[in-house]
């Protein structure tokens, strides 16, 4: 029997209980809002269970969202099951007040350097990883620059029409 998004979903259901926020499927995607503190336990069960295998993590990311107060970042995770042709996207909401999540590089050394690189643009913390620093920024910055925290465009210039830009 092929596995489909909602035995996945059902299996995801059970081993997760309450800790499962909710689920969407968007272009045959299934994607679950999780606790992040269940992550790693998630991440697990998907690539150990016989039926499911997840056994390739495609990616590790992060997203801000200021205006979601006690939510603002999330870490996305993407995984993969080469046996089963299914993709699972994995979202774990975090507070800006705690940024701190447990690393995937115990059961994924891929995770290495995408977390390190999610680090690097968000500033997110992945507990547990074996060298997490800068990757692709220099180690001066003391900011994080894909926080939505400053405006795209210098407020203060009086050289830019509006009109020459098409706005």
Not at 20 to 27: A, E, P, Q
Not at 119 to 141: A, Q
Request: net charge negative.
């Amino acid at each position: 029997m092929a596995l489909t998004s909602d035995i996945l979903l059902s299996k995801v259901k059970d081993f997760l209980g309450e800790d499962l926020i909710s689920s969407t499927d968007t272009f045959g995607i299934l994607s679950v809002n999780i606790s992040a503190s269940r992550n790693i336990d998630l991440l697990e069960f998907l690539h150990k269970d016989a039926a499911i295998q997840m056994n390739f993590l495609t990616d590790i990311t992060g997203a801000h969202y200021p205006d979601r107060k006690g939510q603002e970042f999330e870490v996305i995770y993407h995984a993969h099951s080469f046996v089963n042709n299914i993709r699972l996207r994995i979202k774990c909401p975090l507070p800006l007040e705690n940024l701190e999540i447990k690393s995937a590089t115990s059961l994924y050394s891929g995770a290495n350097w995408m977390e390190r690189e999610a680090y690097d643009f968000f500033g997110i913390i992945f507990t547990g990883h074996p060298n997490l620093k800068r990757i692709l920024n220099v180690d001066e910055m003391d900011y994080f620059p894909m926080r939505k925290e400053y405006p795209l465009e210098d407020q203060t210039r009086t050289d830019k029409e509006d009109d020459y830009f098409g706005r």
